[in-house]
């Protein structure tokens, strides 16, 4: 058989070829010649075809085959052999096979080699790839050359029991002995690899630490060091530009920030070398630059002085002026991470990090945007928002999410004045509308609620915004629910804070209701204009028109907006008694935590436009009429309320909800949605097992729990059947059965009931809303109850009705629940 | 530090080292997010990056990217001395050296860098010592067909 090609043969040949068609043909006629030449154990050439699949490897072809024989390399007495064994080793193993540990003995017989390249080469391997295996089990060979005297090896051993620590971190106690001498070397090899190894034990562990601070008196040796490379004149092996050794400079000031930190005694040890380095340090070029970097990092990190601690800013500060934007770059992350520590101090280069917004670098704007919102403060809370609505306006899509998020929290936290704030939140909504997160939508509706004396002019500038421009959704929709909220106060020309335009109730509608048909609007702000039409016809005159509209969108292709406009439809027809509370503006919300479970508090029956849920329910503030006298039910303790069919407030369960405050409906003209409320999917996982309006289950009492009167009173009498015939153990099941004694039939039959706060409340649509007289029939209606914490079920119940030509209403409170209804 | 990357400025491999235990899976992965996200960048930007949770300093010499990940609180301005020193090592090893030195002779590549850095940490700071220590190994290569003997370069 022919000598295998050599490998400088086989590169130029790989690189004629013109495709990677070509190129794949020649390596699989290399690789099979490679295989055919292992399979003869040829060792001659072993080392060549080693060195070519190398090569392929790294043009990403698979190599495995070739693990054996770097063993069988590493194995070979020639030098050779093993250079490229060691680096085959390197490249094509890993600790997930096997294979590697064959290598574990080549290794150790290396590690002892008489040639101190050899071990060298060992060492190298050993501390790049070894496994916690290997590691183990040679840990006592690098221990052994980390004693020797030939400098050579004992750096490599330094820096391979540092890989040995850091896969088998109990082993670090083994190599503590041998670290006694190492920082009295000369040799800045082995000296930089010791400071490598000492800050490696140090960081892993505290009472190492503490070791090396108090026994060892690790500081003052540090300082000597560094000290001498300050002051010692021109050394060329060592120098880089002008500066004796920075790599070695480096790792010490990194060591003495380990040392220092929350350690006085060290940290004072440590100032004066601190200072001198920060003064002496030429900062012509980078090296400079990178060994005063990391004094800084040091000097913020561990219990110095303030003088030193201005230094160190101040020195930021002249990064942040400096040429190289790789320098200006390092002083923003810097001082970033001070800013909370030393605000003041970084308030003073406030400007110049303003104008590193206007910087061309994408890495500079993003670093100096977010320094720009961690100083915005009280004081300055005009002039930086300035800059950054500027900033806003012109950066790059990929900042305008974050930038739009932190102009929103700023504003929040130090708005001067309701109408800045107001305008600020406008300025955006309208520059980067499109950018804007979806969580604001619902926290900007609430704070435009709370400024109530902004209203007029809130709406009027959302007004004009949307002449301009419907295309960016957040800005729509914000609008869209304020002109439904304000739109009396559009029309009527109420603005105080800027000249009020002439709005006619026309145009108005116009606008929504171009909404409604544009293309660029989304399902979820088409939703929104249609309620806000809605809205308005309590608040405008032009009734008619409005009805007009919602009755055409009953036929929407879009369930969403059908089941509104249906719903919205029927408001007009069967109840427009109710229209007018239900339509209300909205009080004043309070805000609560955003995560955690919220009460399910009722917002009484009134449409919460928003898809994405606003987590704080509207305190009890609300005028009374028929829909609130459930609040008396509450009675002024802490009892929660109830609606039928409480959800959180989702658009389809609030229209569900209406539904059963209304009892059953009867939809007159157009396609009726079913019935039964449809139950959207994120609600309470309770509700999803198998919600309808018609019982879950049969009546038979399969649970065995007694049943209860639950009143009985004026010929009207409640029974409680009990179920538990559902997978949640957690859920009682209760069904009411009313019946009527008297002669007269009662109309008009609601029942109500509030539950304390620690359960959850459910009604289901009632069978009817007539009690027959006599006990022809009765109503029955279902409630289910969430009672987690196993405690005791009390209910308080309301009754309504009509009976012989005039209103009755009933307050009871239920306590003879049996025990397993609720354990 | 956790690899290091050479590629050409059509993106192709011309070496590659890696500081920590990783799939080959995962390391082609890397290589391709890496020449993708260095390559875009813009002529004259910083030469830092932030990529997942590590530092990325690249610099261009010549036709060839040099690519260097390190953990967050390492300092990136002396990763950038770090690349040329390893540059200035090539350079003087190779005389003038140019990516076709480093194609046709890409064990070599290795070797230096073996000298200088270990297990991500920088095991050497003299020029001439490591020069010297590939030299001498060069040297036993030769000697490869008789015997071994020794080379004293340096005392202790």
Sequence with gaps: MPAPIRLRELIRTIRTARTQAEEREMIQKECAAIRSSFREEDNTYRCRNVAKLLYMHMLGYPAHFGQLECLKLIASQKFTDKRIGYLGAMLLLDERQDVHLLMTNCIKNDLNHSTQYVQGLALCTLGCMGSSEMCRDLAGEVEKLLKTSNSYLRKKAALCAVHVIRKVPELMEMFLPATKNLLSEKNHGVLHTSVVLLTEMCERSPDMLAHFRKNEKLVPQLVRILKNLIMSGYSPEHDVSGISDPFLQVRILRLLRILGKNDDDSSEAMNDILAQVATNTETSKNVGNAILYETVLTIMDIKSESGLRVLAINILGRFLLNNDKNIRYVALTSLLKTVQTDHNAVQRHRSTIVDCLKDLDVSIKRRAMELSFALVNGNNIRGMMKELLYFLDSCDPEFKADCASGVFLAAEKYAPSKRWHIDTIMRVLTTAGSYVRDDSVPNLIQLITNSVEMHAYTVQRLYKALLDDISQQPLVQVASWCIGEYGDLLVSGQCEEEEPIQVTEDEVLDVLEGLLVSNLSTPVTRGYALTAIMKLSTRFSSVNR??????????????????????????????????????????????????????????????????VEPKHPPPVTLPTNQGTDLLDLLGGNDMALAIPNTVPTKPASAGGELLDLLGDLSLSGGPAPTPAPSVPTSQPSFLLDGLSSQPLFNDIAAAGIPPIIAYNKNGLKIDFTFERANPNPNIAVITIHASNTTETDMTDFVFQAAVPKTFQLQLLSPSSNVVPALNQGTVTQVIRVLNPQKQQLRMRIKLTYTHRGSAVQDLAEVNNFPPQSWQ | MRFLLLFSRQGKLRLQKWFTAMTDREKKKIIREMTTIVLARQPRSCNFLQWKDLKIIYKRYASLYFCLAVE???????????????????????GNVCELDIIFNFEKAYFILDEFLMGGEIQETSKQIVNRAIESSD????????????VELFGP
């Design chain 2, 72 to 94: 967050n609180q390492e300092n990136e301005l002396l990763a950038l001395e770090v690349i040329h020193r390893y540059v200035e090592l090539l350079d003087k090893y190779f």
């Design chain 2, 139 to 150: 040297m036993l290569q030769e000697d490869d067909h008789s015997e071994w003997y020794e």
């Design chain 1, 546 to 611: 409005i009805k007009k509209v919602v009755s055409i969108y009953g036929s929407s292709i879009d369930v969403e907006l059908q089941q509104r406009a249906v719903e919205y439809n029927a408001l007009f027809k069967k109840y427009d008694h109710m229209r007018s509370a239900l339509l209300e503006r909205m009080p004043i919300m309070e805000k609560t935590a955003s995560n955690g479970p919220t009460e399910i508090v009722q917002t009484n029956g009134e449409t919460e436009p928003s898809v």
